[in-house]
């Protein structure tokens, strides 16, 4: 099985920045993608940013030269930096990665716990 464990939410003021950290642990053989997605009130879950295996990058629009997405391979670790954050990126934001575990012959998507972030106004 595979354990993550997400930090680095809270609450910050309109322009601030934060960094979320996600810490993925277990019986990994390869993690092919991790990412995070976000879900506000009221609201169906969203992409916020993606990485492959090769290093390529996706971001949703509305954090698009905000945000940015890295992973430290060695500790199976992303990070999603957080920077001109704004009220409307108040939300749960959750991890993902998307692992081959040892013995497995097919990957399969894993979600941190979420954590809340607050931006006010």
């Known amino acids: 099985q595979v354990r993550l464990v997400e930090s680095g939410g809270g609450s910050v003021q309109a322009g601030g920045s934060l960094r979320l950290s996600c810490a993925a642990s277990?019986?990994?053989?390869?993690?092919?993608?991790l990412g995070w997605y976000r879900q506000a009130p009221g609201k169906q879950r969203e992409l916020v940013a993606r990485?492959?295996?090769?290093?390529?990058?996706y971001y949703a629009d509305s954090v698009k030269g905000r945000f940015t997405i890295s992973r430290d391979k060695a500790k199976n670790t992303v990070y999603l930096q957080m920077i001109s954050l704004k009220p409307e990126d108040t939300a749960v934001y959750y991890c993902?990665?998307?692992?081959?575990?040892?013995?497995?012959?097919?990957?399969?998507?894993?979600w941190g716990q979420g954590t809340q972030v607050t931006v006010s106004s």
């Open positions: 993902y990665i998307n692992v081959l575990l040892y013995g497995s012959s097919r990957p399969a998507d894993y």
């Open positions: 277990g019986n990994i053989f390869s993690i092919d993608r």
């Open positions: 990485i492959v295996n090769v290093g390529s990058t």
